[in-house]
């Protein structure tokens, strides 16, 4: 009888009222195990799968009884949640939320790691990175544990966790412009760097093949992005489970090549691990900020975790928390020993010879003709096919705030068409963004920066806010600490790239993508 009453408790939560009577609340996040059969599914879209739904099934009175007795009242679901991408089906684990992780947390900013050690030596740089690496890590443990931080309560989505610590209005202002920008923004820029590196891959296999006619760039970034919706029509975040899998090996063997073969290979001559002269003082100073920003930019994914958290079951005994910390331990060990050997690995092969490019770039132009073609077409084709990947699970948020508009008006769920069509439309703006704006990487040191606190200063912040440690203790002081310092540390970056672009210019050329 145990068993069954704790059955009841994970799929009947309400809240009961003084006079026994029983009164229905909205939750943010709830289980699927919660919705009753009368609730409008998503109709399948041609491209997705069946989803299977449980029908409840238990003794209402028992719940009530059981709940009382524990303490732990939860609320009625909003409907909504089964309609949309990343709630939409709970089926995840902690396999799953390693393939996603790795796929988010693992990309083409690590291949610039070893440029920050131009800067800050040996020393610090591996201080830095080391410091910067434990501090993210902890911020990421934060938002799992604040997932479910409210009993009847799942925050799935970053914005929803910082309204609710920092109120409607100022975490909608705090939370809205970084999320997006790390989840559009980010996208945009894998359609350059997807398209860039299927132009470079043709180039290495077919180019010397004079009967073959080269896109352009431009046609190139349409081949990537048409690649990129089709692969989009996958329904959920679960869905792409296998698509993170295929990413994160990509990653995974793109970097682990480039710095065994860079550290094989024999140095370049002339190679110096001084530290390079600056003409005054703040021109050093913005150096080193520039430097510890292209570490920190290194660690991304922080604005998805809740929405991989978000694609578990939980229950009181067992909460999504311990599956989700277990993938991303895994993940972030394999992600450790690919970043750590990249900045190392390739500032004592190159040393002060590091192009402004990164690792990849030093590869071609000192060991370019040393290499096989062969190598270097599978690593620019791991590459692409991580950047695909990795368009998926970022373009997720989006997707979902799409369809949540949709929604929230018509209160049902949005037919098969239509989630295609939106898909369609961002993909299209994506494209149409990357080739009206091809000098937008030039700004990433200050966007970047901008959104910095989303993964170094805001999860504590609102550790704070919703857990409210007792003051001067130990939590109290830990946080409050990382959460100025990010914050501090966001400025001061903002600051470095601004002058960085007013000392050294930028060239800004509209729909002429290079």
């Known amino acids: 009888m145990g068993s069954e009453l704790v059955e009841v408790i994970k799929m009947s939560p309400s809240t009961v009222l003084s006079n026994g009577e029983l009164k ?32 409840l099934a238990s003794p209402m009175k028992k719940a009530l009884t059981y709940m009382e007795e524990i303490g732990n009242l939860t609320k009625l679901p909003d409907p909504q ?47 830095s ?42 975490g909608k202002i705090l939370a809205l412009f970084p999320t997006m920008y790390l989840s559009g923004g980010t996208c945009v820029t894998l359609i350059m760097i997807g398209g860039s590196t299927m132009k470079i891959f043709f180039q290495t296999v077919c180019g010397s093949n ?84 292209m570490i920190a930019f290194a660690f991304r994914g922080h604005n998805l975790v809740l929405e991989i958290q978000g694609t578990m079951p939980s229950n009181l005994k067992n909460p999504s928390h311990v599956p ?41 132009k000192y060991h370019g003709k040393d290499n096989s073609k062969a190598i270097l077409g599978i690593t620019s084709l791991l590459v692409v096919v991580h950047c695909l990947t990795s368009f998926q699970i970022y373009a997720m948020p989006v997707f979902d705030n799409l369809e949540s508009r949709y929604t929230n008006k018509k209160k049902k769920p949005c037919p098969w068409w239509l989630r295609t069509g939106l898909r369609v439309f961002f993909g299209c703006l994506a494209f149409f963004i990357s080739v009206a704006l091809p000098f937008l990487p030039s700004l990433a040191g200050l966007i970047g920066g901008i959104a910095l606190p989303v993964t170094l200063a805001y999860p504590c912040l609102m550790w704070i806010m919703i857990k409210k440690p007792k003051t001067y203790t130990s939590s109290w002081f830990v946080n409050w600490s990382l959460g100025l310092w990010g914050l501090v540390l966001s400025v001061l970056l903002v600051f470095g790239a601004i002058w960085t672009i007013a000392t050294q210019g930028m060239h800004v050329h509209f729909f002429k993508p290079q």
């Not at 939320?97 to 591996?126: E, K, N, P, R, Y």
């Open 129 to 170: 990175l080391s410091l910067i690496f434990m501090w993210q890590l902890y911020t990421l443990w934060l938002l799992i544990q604040l997932h479910e931080s409210v009993p009847g309560m799942r925050y799935s989505r970053y914005l929803r966790l910082s309204e609710a610590a920092f109120g409607e209005k100022l």
């Open 324 to 364: 989700m910390w277990k993938g991303v331990k895994f993940s972030y060990s394999i992600i450790a020993l690919c970043l750590f050997p990249l900045a190392i690995g390739g500032y004592w092969a190159y040393g002060n010879l590091m192009p402004n490019g990164g690792i990849l770039s030093a590869l071609d």
């Open 81 to 127: 949640e089964a309609w949309l991408p990343i709630t939409e089906s709970r089926s995840g684990n902690a396999y799953y939320a390693a393939f996603h992780t790795l796929s988010s947390g693992l990309g083409v900013q690590a291949l610039v790691l070893a440029l920050a050690f131009i800067t800050l030596g040996w020393i610090w740089g591996i201080i």
């Open 210 to 293: 004079s009967h073959i006619t080269p896109l352009s760039t431009i046609e190139w970034y349409i081949v990537f992005t048409v690649s990129a919706i089709i692969l989009a029509q996958l329904p959920n975040l679960n869905s792409i489970a296998g698509v993170s899998l295929i990413g994160s090996i990509s990653a995974v063997t793109y970097c682990t090549l480039t710095w065994v073969i860079s550290v094989i290979k024999e140095r370049p001559q002339g190679v110096s691990f001084e530290p390079v002269e600056n003409k005054s003082d703040i021109a050093r100073i913005c150096s080193i900020l520039n430097a510890i920003g």
């Open 24 to 55: 229905n609340t909205a939750s943010l996040t709830p289980s699927p195990h919660l919705l009753d059969s009368t609730i409008p599914k998503t109709p399948k879209s041609p491209f997705s799968a069946k989803i299977l739904m449980s029908p």
